[in-house]
Every structure is written in structure tokens, then in C-alpha cells.
């Protein structure tokens, strides 16, 4: 069974960083692609950012293309997601997410395992 756990969220001012971390217990996931999402209050679950298996490949959301940069490191089994420039509509609550598939997708419906969420909230 595959497990994620997210850490990494905070509160932190407009124009700060972050840094998310989502690591993956119950198998390697040198083979899978993986993704970010988030959910604020009130709104529908949205992709904020994928990578494939190789790292070769990532997508954004529009909104934080040039702000946040999703990584991995397969030795490690960790996925993380580097935001900068933080804005308070990037408040939400941030969810890894893991597909067996190796290329990314911008559906969540495709994706097999999900974390509990790491909460980040930017005040203004």
C-alpha cells in the first residue's frame, strides 16, 4: 500500500517561500509520476504542479509557473515543491498525490494515492 506523507507547510508572510516535502512509504517510486494539488476553503481540488518519473518532464499550474518549482529525488522517495514568492491566494491546503503511470497528468481523478495535506497560509 502506498503512503504519502506531506510536511513543509506554515504561515508565512506575501513574498515569502516555502518548501514542501511528500514522502512515499510502501514502494519505490523510481517508475511513477507525481503530482501536487491544493484545496482553499471553499473551492475545488486544483493541479498545481506534476512531474514524471525521470524529472524530465514537470507542469504548472499558470498561476505559479516562474513561483514554484516541483522536484524529486528518487533515492530518497521524496517529491517536493519549492514555492516562492508566496501570494495569500496561495493559501490552501497542499496534497501530494502518486500515479502508477510514469507521465504526468493534470486530472486528479488519475492519480492512485493521495496524503493528508500540509496547510500553507500567506498573509498579506
Known amino acids: 500500500q502506498v503512503e504519502l506523507i506531506e510536511s513543509g507547510g506554515g504561515l508565512v508572510q506575501a513574498g515569502g517561500s516555502l518548501r514542501l516535502s511528500c514522502g512515499v512509504s510502501?514502494?519505490?517510486?523510481?517508475?511513477?509520476?507525481m503530482g501536487w494539488f491544493r484545496q482553499a476553503p471553499g473551492k475545488e481540488r486544483e493541479f498545481v504542479a506534476a512531474?514524471?518519473?525521470?524529472?524530465?518532464?514537470?507542469d504548472y499550474l499558470d498561476s505559479v509557473k516562474d513561483r514554484f518549482t516541483i522536484s524529486r529525488d528518487n533515492t530518497k522517495n521524496t517529491v517536493y515543491l519549492q514555492m516562492n514568492s508566496l501570494k495569500p491566494e496561495d493559501t490552501a491546503n497542499y496534497y501530494c498525490?502518486?500515479?502508477?503511470?510514469?507521465?504526468?497528468?493534470?486530472?486528479?481523478?488519475?492519480?492512485?494515492?493521495w496524503g493528508q495535506g500540509t496547510q500553507v497560509t500567506v498573509s498579506s
Open positions: 510502501g514502494r519505490t517510486i523510481y517508475t511513477n509520476a
Open positions: 498525490a502518486f500515479r502508477y503511470p510514469r507521465e504526468i497528468t493534470l486530472d486528479s481523478r488519475e492519480y492512485h494515492a
Open positions: 512531474i514524471n518519473w525521470s524529472g524530465h518532464t514537470t
